[in-house]
């Protein structure tokens, strides 16, 4: 099991920036793969950026060149950077672990993310 606290939300301009952080509960050395998600009202809960150990980070198109994925080691923190934010940006986004290969996927609370003029 990893509990997973998601922060940094809020309220963002358009072309403005704002970076989340997500603290785990266990280093995130060992965990097998980690993500960020979001979930836009009225819609499915997609993913972000989907953060294997070990390999390279996969973005979706949406924010490929906008947003940045970087991890603490250290400090058991996973961040996303996120630039050149628009409107459709908007969601609560969420933070997501799973263990290992055969563990179930933890999930953070989520924080909200609105942008908007």
């Known amino acids: 099991q990893v509990q997973l606290v998601e922060s940094g939300g809020g309220l963002a301009q358009p072309g403005g920036s704002l970076r989340l952080s997500c603290e785990a509960s266990?280093?995130?050395?060992?965990?097998?793969?980690m993500g960020w998600y979001r979930q836009a009202p009225g819609k499915q809960r997609e993913l972000v950026a989907r953060i294997p150990r070990g390999g390279d980070i996969d973005y979706v198109d949406s924010v490929k060149g906008r947003f940045t994925v970087s991890r603490d080691n250290a400090k058991n923190m996973v961040y996303l950077q996120m630039n050149s934010l628009k409107p459709d940006d908007t969601a609560v986004y969420y933070c997501?672990?799973?263990?290992?290969?055969?563990?179930?996927?933890?999930w953070g609370q989520g924080t909200q993310v609105t942008v908007s003029s």
């Open positions: 997501n672990a799973q263990l290992h290969s055969w563990s179930p996927t933890n």
């Open positions: 266990r280093m995130i050395s060992v965990i097998n793969v």
